[in-house]
């Protein structure tokens, strides 16, 4: 793995990770108002996305590299955005923060991008910021997550029991995980 500082890219085996930019927006929301995608975060409809704040957030993302809000990766394979990846919580003094991913392009699920992303993010992740633990949820039921991120290094520490109630009105319980750096 070796990052492409001109572009703050990440150039792994197989796929690049990237930081998502303002052009990125479009992408994203279509991406997040997918049902089949979005049913195994708990939106079995998508999201709507307010297409402003997003691009609010992606401009100061875009501004201050070290803006400690949620922050937006993209995965691209053959030049194309396929998934996206992102941090959050981001403490500096207790060396964590949460993570997310998904391989948003259907068709390129299953294919071992998620695990080479993962792998490549959490490593970017450890180094850069000098990391202790990174830390994620999963609905419970979303068992193909949580293989992964067991394969990858991932421990359940927990789970949330009727954590949220998703938009059709079903509590939703989910699987607490993380991975200490020494353990990577």
């Not at 396929?82 to 294919?111: A, P, R, T, V, Y």
């Not at 910021?129 to 359940?156: P, S, W």
């Amino acid at each position: 793995m070796r990052l492409i500082r001109g572009d703050k890219m990440l150039k792994l085996k197989h796929i690049y990770i990237r930081e998502a930019k303002v052009m990125d927006v479009e992408t994203l929301v279509v991406w997040w108002a997918t049902g089949e995608l979005m049913k195994h975060v708990g939106f079995p409809s998508g999201i709507q996305t307010n297409i402003e704040k997003l691009r609010t957030e992606l401009e100061i993302q875009k501004e201050d590299s070290h803006a400690l809000s949620k922050r937006f990766m993209i995965i691209k394979n053959d030049g194309l955005p396929i998934g996206e990846l992102s941090f959050h919580n981001l403490d500096l003094i207790n060396k964590s923060c949460e993570i997310g991913i998904k391989i948003c392009d259907l068709s390129e699920q299953g294919k071992g991008y998620g695990e080479e992303a993962l792998r490549g993010f959490i490593a970017y992740l450890f180094n850069t910021y000098q990391l202790h633990r990174i830390e994620l949820d999963t609905l419970l039921e979303n068992k193909r997550a949580q293989n992964l991120y067991q394969k990858v290094g991932f421990k359940v520490v927990g789970v949330k029991r009727d954590v949220w109630l998703d938009p059709l009105g079903n509590y939703r319980s989910a699987v607490v995980m993380d991975l200490l750096r020494d353990e990577f």
